[in-house]
């Protein structure tokens, strides 16, 4: 069975959501996480983990995007994607927009894409099949 158009689909998966996840990873360099840090506190959590959105905003999708271990950086993205529901979105989880859809489309979107990278796995033009 050929599975280029498998690995294509792969491809342009592991693209749009390293690529999506890698710009607010860069936002997050340039303007800083104090705001992250905040909720990491308000949380009860230590402020040392709000760095964690630098393994899964910089490095985890510069790893999707490459394929080096996709499947470790789409879990690292998943668990990043989780913590920012909970912390800056929680409220929203079950709102409805004036247009129908999930208040959280987009983190929900990031979320779920990230699980089905690390379940499917990279395809085969990735540097490894990890």
Do not use: C
């Not at 390293?18 to 303007?31: C, D, E, N, Q, Y």
């Amino acid at each position: 069975m050929d599975n280029t158009l498998d690995d294509s689909g792969k491809l342009v998966l592991r693209l749009a959501l390293g690529i999506m996840i890698l710009m607010h990873g860069i936002a997050k360099v340039t303007g800083g996480i104090s705001g992250i840090e905040g909720m990491v506190v308000n949380a009860g959590l230590p402020a040392i983990l709000a760095y964690g959105v630098y393994i899964g905003e910089i490095l985890a999708p510069i790893l999707v995007i490459i394929g080096l271990y996709s499947r470790i950086g789409a879990v690292i993205i998943a668990i990043n994607m989780v913590f920012a529901i909970f912390l800056a979105h929680a409220d929203e989880i079950v709102q409805v927009t004036a247009h129908g859809g999930w208040a959280l489309e987009l983190q929900g979107m990031f979320l779920f894409a990230a699980i089905a990278l690390a379940l499917t796995g990279p395809g085969r033009l990735a540097i490894n099949r990890m």
